[in-house]
């Protein structure tokens, strides 16, 4: 099974955390097996679905540290996600990083982040139903240890009045939920949840880069296109192309890159009813059309952001593919 930089980074410093207590690999596959653990083997590098339940519970069993969900989840950072990250830094705002992690949290999280609105406020969560009571605790502790991490880097600290609610009852080691989380806690709640008063929504984010958002966004949803798409070639295209946003390579460079001819490239392409040409210019006109209604840029910037020498070749291929100008684009969207 393919895993993420994610899992492989929680693994990594899982492992770091058993060094540290002195629990040989060993020992920690051992006790997982014992445990019902399955796939996971000597020498590998990331753990998934149930056999991280088994395995973060064997690894608080030896090292007697009930605090490890919590300290795990303050040692990954924001660049573990990837191009996910990237565009959460780039948000303007809480409320933004938000919509961010409802659409695209199911590429990294499961189940996935739900959102409702509660006493003038936004209340964020999930529920784990997998595995033991004590194995979805340590899942919850984690999961929202490295939601408050992220969003401490991301909100310069401390979220006023934002609060933590977890179903189980207030565990032995609940000093370590007051000196590493974020906001005021609370137990035996209906869900494991987040609390994010209306008044912080607006909080922005201290790395904010509209221009950025906008090509990382659109990677985002490259990557959840592709969790389901059929004509895998074209989809490749287009992570290439989008990833290189503002030095767009070609179809040359792109076929390297892809481990193929450039012919075989086109073949591929065109058994999926594209071609590169095709290809490359609808993802300029989708970017094209989220600068220009997403962002002040002048319509010369998004041109050079498009990689066009001259702006007036970008407004004559923007009506081309629209009918209408940059500038009359941005104000329909306005209107």
Not at 290 to 305: C, G, M, P, R, S
Request: aromatic residues 8%; contains cysteine.
């Amino acid at each position: 099974m393919k895993v993420s930089r994610l899992q492989r980074d929680v693994f990594t410093q899982l492992m770091s955390e058993l060094e540290k207590a002195r629990v040989a690999p060993e020992q920690l596959l051992s006790l997982a097996r014992q445990k019902g653990m399955s796939e996971l083997v000597a020498g590998q590098t990331a753990f998934s679905g149930t056999n991280t339940l088994v395995v973060l519970e064997a690894a608080v069993e030896l090292t007697g540290d009930r605090s490890l969900g919590l300290r795990l989840g303050q040692r990954v950072g924001i660049d573990s996600y990837g191009t996910f990250g990237f565009a959460l830094m780039s948000c303007a705002s809480l409320r933004e990083s938000i919509q961010l992690l409802l659409r695209y949290g199911k590429m990294f999280f499961k189940p996935n982040w739900e959102s409702q609105e509660h006493d003038g406020g936004l209340l964020l969560h999930t529920n784990f139903t997998q595995g033991s009571p004590a194995q979805q605790q340590l899942v919850a502790e984690l999961c929202f240890s490295q939601l408050s991490f992220i969003g401490s880097s991301l909100y310069r600290g401390r979220i006023e009045g934002a609060e933590l609610q977890f179903t189980f009852s207030k565990p032995a080691h609940v000093a370590s939920y007051q000196s590493m989380l974020n906001a005021e806690v609370t137990f035996g709640a209906q869900r494991n949840q987040l609390f994010l008063p209306g008044h912080v929504l607006d909080t922005p984010v201290k790395t904010a880069n509209i221009s950025d958002h906008v090509v990382f966004h659109q990677q985002c949803e490259e990557m959840l296109r592709g969790l389901a798409s059929a004509q895998k070639t074209t989809a490749e295209v287009r992570r290439l192309l989008i990833q290189s946003a503002g030095d767009f390579p070609d179809i040359a460079q792109v076929a390297d890159s892809l481990y193929m001819s450039e012919r075989t490239l086109r073949r591929k392409l065109k058994a999926e009813s594209t071609s590169f040409r095709a290809t490359f210019e609808e993802l300029r006109d989708l970017l094209a059309k989220e600068y220009l209604a997403k962002t002040d840029l002048v319509v010369a910037e998004i041109a050079h952001l498009l990689d066009y020498s001259e702006t007036v070749n970008f407004r004559r291929a923007f009506v081309r593919w629209n009918g209408v100008t940059p500038s009359q684009y941005r104000q329909q969207q306005a209107a």
